[in-house]
């Protein structure tokens, strides 16, 4: 992968060295008098550039090399920030002006520019100097060896399954079922104790950080939710904000939605919950609580009556365990390391395909790494990241175990993991330690979503366009490697499998923020747990965590940010100072900014160079007029604001690259404009603009589109047809003029009265991802059997028949299938190698409570790895096992919802079971089902 634009080792040294070659080009020819001195600069950083890269993969250089780089990377910033503002002052061209006071202005103008070519010539001589202080105090370029990176582009299906079955692969069946014993039997305890055998029943999981508490507390919370009336599983944190918490337990318990949880105060807030769950069984988990005041907040949430809830607590801290024990009827469940048996597993499963794969020549040395990691799971999940990616040898493994070796002897919870991540960190390429320590932004056990961090990094500068990858596909591809790596955790996967967001693991959390401090990366304030020494008082990256209107003024003190390049507001008030002073913004980030009003954006347009703009869930209810004067804007987030309307300048953002917004936001004419489109979420067709309609079709980069159609009659007008005729026309023109260029996912929500993709032949070759939302086809349409590249399929069918499986099983690239079948087939769905599906991974069925008669034959979908079917209704016809032993890959079984006479369904579930057990891969097998009896 090509260097960063942006990056934590280098800073902005190659961006200041492109501009600078622009500086050299036609446009500016007229500076003669600095051309010299630009380009023995551009010469000199360039070879600071290469020297930084190799430094920075040396984990421990000296002092001298260490003030260097700093010096270096500060000086870069500064470069930048005075060449950009040179840039803007002279303006891309002399325009001959009319009039006489058009002229009076043109002759202050031209002096002003003047000025400015003297100035810049100053500076860069000053630079120059600088750069050549710093050159001579270090004194020594010199090459240095460096170990190949290899980069996965893939997400590495060993990563996962660490995570996905963790009951599997790192010995949790063991201490899930003690605690579930320890939460279900009965207490025998002494009768002076029976006041607290009406009280819930807790237990509090103690153990050190990496040691897989979190884990272990969700896998039993997934087991024995569906026993209780209602449920939730929360994370604390060591800065913990307790009206969030409280509002996602009341979420949580009660089923409404987050937004409807408002309340004036902390003690309402438990009310409330309280008197909900006064007469219900209730089971909620407590992750992550780090002292006994936090605790003694929530516990007031949770009636002491109720003998027959449960509560599970996770800390590392003893003294809060038997807080939260004293509270209610509780116990203490010590975790325990992973014994050598499952530590080996987890090892080798990360790095072979299983135990036997493990070549003999390193088995030895395994053994002793494995020693080493004492049993904790964080500990082998980064060491096996490390090890996956550098070569396979006894002696570079020797390497690593050297490395960590005295280290964990003297400190295996603190130090030795340090020490492991730290041969972690030093081990990816420079660009993937910019994309991870930027994850210091984020609040302590927060879900991080993988797209809206993607665009982050675009918008910082960290990724670019490769080749024929976009940015937001290099993005991908940095994201799923430090999964691979295990540097980061997956969150939430969707039902196709794919990873949607991201976690932290609070140890690795722990280590990168002290990297990013260290290198000035990140500037975190209003975190009152974080102490923070030699930090530099020129911020580049601030990111304000929990700030409050009575510690603004103490946080900003002696800090210096006219430099400051990306601001974060997390959980708090904006407070601080005027945008007009972050002259240099990049990235401007105020989601769930709660203050957050339209008056507070009238200067946005004066921070030219901005280039990420996030405002999701605010307030705000319009853009500036002059919005379309960011013309480095490349990333614009309105979604869940109560912006109706776009202004119309702001078809003048010729980078913008992604849009999102709420459906029903009204675009300007002039999109053709935006050539550098490539999101663009969500568009209502029939709210838009005939012009704007016809527009889409010629933006020839446009990738992802999300559009929702509703072509109501409206009863004020009297030719509706007419419109929703024009409507229709236009849009399926230019989306078939999309599908010839790059359009690459295209999803449609299509509500009352449009007819439009019954009737319409589109044509979509580039297609890869479609999916069409609350809208049945009457059969298959036949233009779908053409989409020759398409991979992913999600569709409505009134009746599926024969032929739509024959049209579908046709399509060469399909990888993923998800059908709802509405009224029921009425006929027999026979699968079978001539039907096709050659290359399927994944096929969901979802039958609406209809009967189906669905059989997998002798050598149906050959690849199919995951089988999931929902909503059927089982009756005697039925064959009792759908033919899953045909399917020679599959590895995953879910039957969900299945109803149908108690007994049928049950020999369904047994005949499934069965056949899973004698399948040849053993798939894992999940089956609920909804015992109703078939009403005739």
């Not at 994370?235 to 913990?240: E, G």
């Not at 012009?691 to 980069?701: A, C, P, R, T, V």
Request: glycine residues 6%; neutral net charge; hydrophobic residues 40%.
């Amino acid at each position: 992968m090509e260097a960063a634009l942006v990056s934590v080792a280098t800073g902005v040294l190659k961006p200041v060295i492109g501009k600078l070659t622009v500086l050299l080009g036609n446009e500016y020819k007229r500076f003669k008098t600095v051309c010299k001195e630009i380009k023995s600069l551009t010469h000199e950083l360039a070879a600071m550039e290469a020297f930084l890269l190799k430094m920075s993969e040396d984990e421990d250089p000296d002092v001298q090399d260490k003030v260097w780089m700093n010096e270096v990377r500060e000086l870069s910033y500064d470069m930048e920030d005075a060449i950009d503002d040179f840039m803007q002052s002279i303006g891309d061209k002399d325009e001959k002006p009319d009039g006489f006071i058009e002229k009076v202005k043109n002759s202050l103008g031209k002096l002003g520019k003047m000025k400015a070519r003297r100035r810049i010539g100053k500076e860069i001589q000053d630079l120059k100097k600088q750069i050549k202080e710093v050159g001579e105090r270090n004194a020594r370029y010199k090459g240095r060896e460096t170990f190949s990176k290899t980069v996965n582009a893939t997400v590495d299906p060993r990563a996962l399954a660490i995570f996905e079955h963790a009951s599997k692969l790192v010995g949790i069946d063991k201490p899930k079922a003690e605690i579930i014993k320890l939460l279900t039997e009965e207490d025998v305890r002494a009768s002076e104790q029976q006041q607290q055998q009406q009280q819930p029943k807790i237990v509090s999981i103690v153990g050190s950080g990496g040691m897989g508490k979190t884990t272990l507390a969700n896998q039993v919370y997934q087991e024995i939710k569906g026993q209780f009336e209602c449920w939730a599983f929360l994370s604390v944190s060591r800065s913990p904000d307790m009206m969030n918490i409280l509002r996602t337990i009341l979420s949580e318990v009660s089923g409404q939605g987050y937004s409807n949880t408002e309340a004036g105060s902390v003690p309402i807030l438990i009310s409330k919950i309280n008197d909900f769950l006064l007469d219900k069984r209730y089971f909620v988990v407590v992750d992550d609580i780090w002292d006994v005041d936090t605790w003694n907040i929530i516990k007031c949430a949770f009636p002491a009556t109720s003998s027959t809830s449960r509560i599970i607590t996770t800390t590392r801290i003893n003294n809060v365990a038997h807080s939260c024990c004293s509270s209610f009827n509780g116990c203490i469940y010590n975790i325990r390391a992973l014994d050598m048996v499952h530590s080996r597993q987890l090892f080798h499963r990360r790095l072979f395909k299983s135990d036997e794969d493990c070549p003999s020549y390193l088995q030895e040395i395994s053994e002793r790494i494995l020693e080493k990691c004492h049993g904790v799971p964080l500990a082998i999940i980064a060491i096996s990241g490390l090890l996956d990616n550098i070569e396979k040898t006894e002696d570079r493994w020797n390497q690593v175990k050297d490395s960590i070796g005295r280290a964990l002897e003297r400190n295996p919870s603190v130090e030795g993991m340090m020490k492991i991540l730290s041969l972690s960190y030093f081990d990816i390429p420079a660009y993937l330690k910019t994309c991870l320590l930027y994850l210091s932004i984020y609040l302590e056990d927060s879900t991080i979503e993988k797209k809206d961090l993607i665009r982050r990094w675009i918008g910082e500068g960290f990724i670019h366009r490769e080749g024929r990858y976009m940015a937001y596909e290099v993005g991908e591809r940095c994201f799923n490697e430090l999964l691979n790596r295990g540097l980061i955790q997956p969150g939430a996967t969707d039902i196709y499998g794919e990873v949607k967001s991201c976690r932290v693991h609070d140890t690795i959390l722990d280590f990168i923020i002290s990297k990013s401090i260290e290198e000035n990366f990140v500037t975190i304030l209003g975190v009152p747990t974080m102490t923070i020494v030699n930090q530099s008082k020129v911020v580049r990256r601030l990111c304000l965590q929990g700030v409050k209107e009575g510690n603004s003024a103490i946080l900003i003190a002696n800090l210096v940010f006219s430099h400051v390049r990306s601001l974060t507001m997390v959980r708090g008030l904006l407070v601080i100072l005027s945008l007009e002073e972050f002259r240099h913004l990049r990235v401007l980030d105020l989601m769930d900014c709660s203050e957050l009003e339209d008056q507070h954006l009238e200067n946005i347009v004066r921070l030219f160079h901005l280039r990420y703009l996030n405002l999701k869930d605010t307030k705000i209810s319009k853009l500036p007029e002059q919005i379309g004067r960011l013309g480095c804007l490349e990333v614009l987030d309105l979604r869940r604001t109560s912006v109706k309307e776009l202004p119309a300048s702001i078809v003048n953002l010729r980078k913008l690259m992604h849009v999102l917004v709420n459906p029903g936001v009204k675009f300007p004419d002039g999109i053709a404009k935006m050539q550098a489109l490539e999101t663009l979420e969500y568009v209502r067709v029939d709210n838009q603009p005939v012009d704007f309609l016809s527009g889409l079709g010629q933006l020839m980069n446009l990738r992802n589109l999300r559009l929702t159609i509703d072509l109501k009659v409206d009863s004020d007008t009297e030719d509706t047809n007419m419109v929703g005729e024009e409507h229709k026309k236009a849009i399926v023109s230019s989306l078939c003029k999309l599908g010839t260029h790059n359009l690459r996912s295209l999803t449609i929500t299509i509500g009352f009265g449009s007819s439009l993709l019954n009737e319409e032949s589109l044509c979509l070759p580039t297609l890869e991802d479609f999916s069409i939302r609350f809208w049945s086809f009457r059969q298959v349409p036949t233009w779908v059997g053409s989409l020759r590249n398409l991979q992913r399929l999600h569709l409505r069918v009134e009746g599926l028949k024969q032929d739509d499986v024959c049209t579908l099983g046709a399509l060469p690239s399909l990888l993923v299938l998800d059908v709802m079948d509405e009224t029921g087939s009425n006929g027999k769905l026979r699968i079978s190698g001539e039907v096709g599906f050659r290359f399927l991974r994944i096929f969901i069925y979802e039958g609406c409570y209809n009967p189906v008669d669905l059989m997998f034959g002798a050598g149906s979908m050959p690849k199919l790895e995951k089988l999931v079917l929902e909503c059927l209704s089982i009756v005697e016809t039925n064959p009792r096992d759908f033919g899953i032993k045909n399917l020679p890959c599959l590895s995953t079984i879910k039957f969900t919802r299945v109803c149908g006479d108690n007994h049928i369904v049950e020999a369904v579930k047994t005949a499934l079971e069965r056949s899973a057990s004698t399948h040849p891969n053993h798939p894992s097998m999940f089956f609920s089902a909804r015992l109703l009896k078939l009403i005739e």
